[in-house]
């Protein structure tokens, strides 16, 4: 229903995504899109390119009077580096006598397959497509998405449960607190205890030249149900999830609701109970995670993604020279220690766009009045069942 197409190297001039198949009519906040960005740029473990860049969108179609228009809407994320990488990274100018190429593939990064693959003699040209830099243009799409949801009563959230290890052992139930918890830690846990033990174990990663990896989770509360489907891989919410949560940066895992817990356990412990109660349907517990058959059930959505530790160590694993064949260590490119924080903002903003496809897929329509009738028009039959 909708779809985006990216491009924009980490330090090229910028970074581009055209979302199509927005309906009109939807009022956008730009400070909501500026907001988003700011966010995946926090946390605790980050390296210095966030000190260089403040994301900001900058929006050249699509959008009128603050209002879409129905057309394809064009995201522009400026990168400030650029400026220290214009000869570097020059698009028509010969490389400088000086350039550097990098020639010793990182451990776990595209380096390796990317530089065979696309015949590259520079591992960078591989490096900076592939670098997480382009989460930027994941939360800008995905932003867009979120504030479709909200206009609808859809919300979505997460924190982070796991860093190196340390989990997240407790945590509230009442919705706006958990939020502003999460918020307002530095490592995006809603634990204050796990909170510490995950700041000083990233201070251990920074003293060793070593990387952590962790688990974020993802909530969506307010979805109806009816969002995806049974039929089809591509139509099943749950395989669309998996599939868009995989393909961020270092996400090496997903699991919807208890996921692999699941598999521990038996079947009375895992699905839960249904009741029928003041004229709906309730559930007592949520194992499913919202998602039964691929079809959304009217409970939060809960997804979580789990990300390897960066694979950019400055005490770097043992790599070859791909000139010379010779045992070298890896390449060392900044980076950060841990961006689990700044994957679960990304997360969240992916599962947005994710929803809000299969949201329109079930309500359609080329407005936002458009799908506000059908939407009305769909709850009065689910009030009747
Ligand atoms: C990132 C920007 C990158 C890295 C990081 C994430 O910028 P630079 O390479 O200039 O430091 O800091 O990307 C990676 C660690 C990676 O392996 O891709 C960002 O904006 O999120």
């Given at each position: 229903?909708?779809?985006?197409?990216?491009?924009?190297?980490?330090h090229?001039?910028?970074?581009?995504?055209?979302?199509?198949?927005?309906?009109s009519?939807?009022?956008?906040?730009?400070?909501?899109?500026?907001?988003?960005?700011k966010?995946?740029?926090?946390?605790?473990?980050?390296?210095?390119?966030?000190?260089?860049?403040?994301?900001?969108?900058?929006?050249t179609?699509?959008?009128?009077?603050?209002?879409?228009?129905?057309?394809?809407?064009?995201?522009?994320?400026?990168?400030?580096?650029?400026?220290?990488?214009t000869?570097?990274?020059?698009?028509?100018?010969?490389p400088?006598?000086?350039?550097?190429?990098?020639?010793?593939p990182?451990?776990g990064?595209?380096d390796?397959?990317?530089?065979?693959?696309?015949?590259?003699?520079?591992?960078?040209?591989?490096?900076?497509?592939?670098?997480?830099?382009?989460?930027?243009?994941?939360?800008?799409?995905?932003?867009?998405?979120?504030?479709l949801?909200r206009?609808?009563g859809i919300?979505?959230?997460?924190?982070?449960v796991?860093?190196?290890?340390?989990?997240a052992?407790?945590?509230?139930?009442?919705?706006?607190?958990?939020?502003?918890?999460?918020?307002?830690?530095?490592?995006?846990?809603?634990?204050?205890q796990?909170?510490?033990?995950?700041?000083?174990k990233?201070d251990?990663?920074?003293e060793?030249?070593?990387?952590?990896?962790?688990?974020?989770?993802?909530?969506?509360?307010?979805?109806?149900?009816?969002?995806?489907s049974?039929?089809?891989?591509?139509?099943?919410?749950?395989?669309?999830l998996a599939?868009?949560?995989?393909?961020i940066?270092?996400?090496?895992?997903?699991?919807?609701?208890?996921g692999?817990?699941?598999?521990?356990?038996?079947?009375?412990?895992?699905?839960?109970?249904?009741?029928?109660?003041?004229?709906?349907?309730?559930?007592?517990?949520?194992?499913?995670?919202?998602?039964?058959?691929?079809?959304?059930?009217g409970q939060?959505?809960?997804?979580?993604?789990?990300?390897?530790?960066?694979?950019?160590?400055?005490?770097?694993?043992?790599?070859?020279?791909?000139?010379?064949?010779?045992?070298?260590?890896?390449?060392?490119?900044?980076?950060d220690?841990?961006?689990?924080?700044?994957?679960?903002?990304?997360?969240?903003?992916?599962?947005?766009w994710?929803?809000?496809?299969?949201?329109?897929?079930k309500?359609?329509?080329?407005?936002?009045?458009?799908?506000?009738?059908?939407?009305?028009?769909?709850?009065r039959?689910?009030a009747?069942?």
């Amino acid at each position: 229903m909708i779809r985006y197409l990216s491009a924009g190297e980490s330090h090229g001039p910028e970074l581009t995504v055209i979302v199509d198949g927005f309906p009109s009519g939807l009022r956008v906040s730009r400070d909501e899109l500026n907001r988003q960005l700011k966010r995946r740029q926090l946390g605790y473990g980050r390296g210095y390119r966030q000190q260089i860049e403040s994301d900001e969108v900058e929006v050249t179609s699509g959008i009128r009077f603050g209002e879409t228009l129905g057309s394809p809407i064009t995201l522009r994320i400026a990168n400030r580096d650029w400026v220290h990488w214009t000869e570097r990274m020059s698009i028509w100018d010969e490389p400088p006598a000086n350039l550097k190429r990098v020639t010793r593939p990182r451990p776990g990064h595209a380096d390796l397959g990317g530089a065979i693959k696309y015949q590259h003699e520079d591992i960078r040209n591989i490096l900076e497509r592939a670098s997480a830099r382009n989460t930027a243009t994941l939360v800008a799409a995905g932003a867009l998405a979120r504030q479709l949801l909200r206009h609808f009563g859809i919300e979505v959230a997460s924190h982070v449960v796991e860093i190196g290890g340390i989990r997240a052992q407790q945590w509230t139930n009442d919705w706006s607190a958990w939020v502003q918890a999460a918020e307002s830690s530095p490592v995006r846990t809603a634990d204050a205890q796990a909170e510490a033990q995950m700041m000083a174990k990233i201070d251990e990663a920074k003293e060793r030249g070593d990387t952590l990896g962790g688990v974020f989770e993802v909530v969506v509360r307010g979805c109806p149900v009816g969002l995806g489907s049974h039929v089809h891989p591509d139509r099943k919410l749950d395989g669309r999830l998996a599939q868009a949560i995989m393909s961020i940066q270092a996400i090496k895992g997903v699991e919807i609701g208890l996921g692999f817990e699941a598999a521990r356990r038996w079947g009375s412990q895992v699905h839960d109970p249904i009741h029928y109660e003041n004229g709906r349907y309730t559930r007592p517990s949520n194992g499913a995670g919202g998602l039964e058959g691929g079809i959304t059930n009217g409970q939060p959505l809960v997804v979580r993604g789990a990300m390897k530790p960066i694979s950019t160590l400055y005490t770097p694993l043992m790599s070859v020279d791909m000139v010379t064949k010779q045992p070298e260590p890896a390449a060392v490119e900044r980076s950060d220690y841990c961006a689990v924080p700044a994957a679960s903002v990304v997360a969240e903003n992916v599962v947005a766009w994710v929803v809000a496809d299969a949201f329109l897929e079930k309500f359609g329509g080329d407005s936002i009045a458009e799908i506000a009738e059908r939407v009305e028009a769909y709850q009065r039959q689910v009030a009747k069942r």
